[in-house]
């Protein structure tokens, strides 16, 4: 099964820049598709972004929708989530998530979870 660890994340001012990076091992990084979800404090967690085997589909969570973009480096066994014009509202604890056969928006449908990167957007 695969293994997943997030870096990348920190603290930040309104309207700066992160991308955050999850490391894949243990499996074929093209057997699965990734997302990303988030958990702000006191909320429940949310999808942020997903992507596809190939790399070929995306898909976003409307609140960041236009700001934020996924990637992955087949090559690599990386996936990447590029975060821009933050905002305090995007503080949370970012997670990867990888599923066989696919990307989805429900956060049941991925047994694989990293163990969480925080952000933290400052006004």
């Known amino acids: 099964q695969v293994q997943l660890v997030e870096s990348g994340g920190g603290l930040v001012q309104a309207g700066d820049s992160l991308r955050l990076s999850c490391a894949a091992s243990?499996?074929?990084?093209?057997?699965?598709?990734y997302g990303w979800f988030r958990q702000p404090p006191g909320k429940e967690r949310e999808f942020v972004a997903g992507?596809?085997?190939?790399?070929?589909?995306?898909y976003y969570g409307d609140a960041v929708k236009g700001r934020f973009t996924i990637s992955r480096d087949n090559a690599k066994n990386m996936v990447y989530l590029q975060m821009s014009s933050l905002q305090p509202e995007d503080t949370a604890v970012y997670s990867c998530?990888?599923?066989?056969?696919?990307?989805?928006?429900?956060?049941?449908?991925?047994?694989?979870w990293g163990q969480g990167t925080q952000v933290t957007v400052s006004s």
């Open positions: 243990g499996a074929t990084f093209t057997n699965y598709g």
């Open positions: 998530a990888a599923r066989n056969y696919g990307v989805s928006t429900n956060e049941n449908h991925y047994p694989y």
């Open positions: 992507i596809n085997l190939s790399g070929s589909m995306t």
